[in-house]
C-alpha cells in the first residue's frame, strides 16, 4: 500500500495532500521553492508509484496563486506522468485561480492545450 504523502505550506512551498485511500490529490499554495527539483521529487515518486495501482477516478486539484518558471516546468513533468496515467483511466486536473488573475488562468489554458489526455476543468474563486 502507497504511503499518504503530506507537505506542509510554507511561504515558498505549497501544501500537498497525496492520499490515495481517501482519494484526496492536491496542491495549495504559492510554488515558489529556490530548488524545484529535489521539492517535487517525492511528488514525482508518489505519483509513478501510484500508477502503478491507481484508483478508478484521480482527480488532482491545484489552487496556486503564484509559481515560478522552474516550478511551472516540474508541473509539467507531473502532467506528462499522469497523462500517461489516463491513457488507462480517469484523470482529471481542477485548476482554482484568483478570480481576477488571468495570467494563472492563462496558464490552465496553456496546459489544457498541452495535455489533451487530461481533463482539465478551471474555477475562479
Known amino acids: 500500500m502507497i504511503e499518504p504523502l503530506y507537505i506542509t505550506a510554507t511561504q ?4 500537498v495532500v497525496l492520499n490515495k485511500q481517501s482519494s484526496i490529490f492536491s496542491i495549495k499554495g504559492d510554488i515558489l521553492p529556490e530548488d524545484s527539483v529535489e521539492f ?15 484508483n478508478d477516478i484521480t482527480v488532482l486539484e491545484i489552487d ?3 509559481i515560478n518558471t522552474s516550478s511551472t516546468r ?3 513533468k507531473l502532467f506528462k506522468i499522469l497523462e500517461n496515467l489516463a491513457l488507462n483511466n480517469h484523470v482529471e486536473v481542477k485548476w482554482i485561480y484568483l478570480i481576477d488573475d488571468e495570467i494563472m488562468q ?13 481533463k482539465f476543468t478551471t474555477y475562479a474563486r
Open 12 to 15: 515558498s512551498f505549497p501544501e
Open 40 to 54: 517535487f521529487s517525492p511528488i514525482f515518486e508518489w505519483f509513478n508509484e501510484y500508477s502503478k495501482n491507481p
Open 64 to 66: 496556486i496563486s503564484i
Open 74 to 76: 516540474r508541473l509539467v
Open 106 to 118: 492563462f496558464v490552465a489554458y496553456e496546459f489544457d492545450n498541452a495535455f489533451k489526455n487530461l
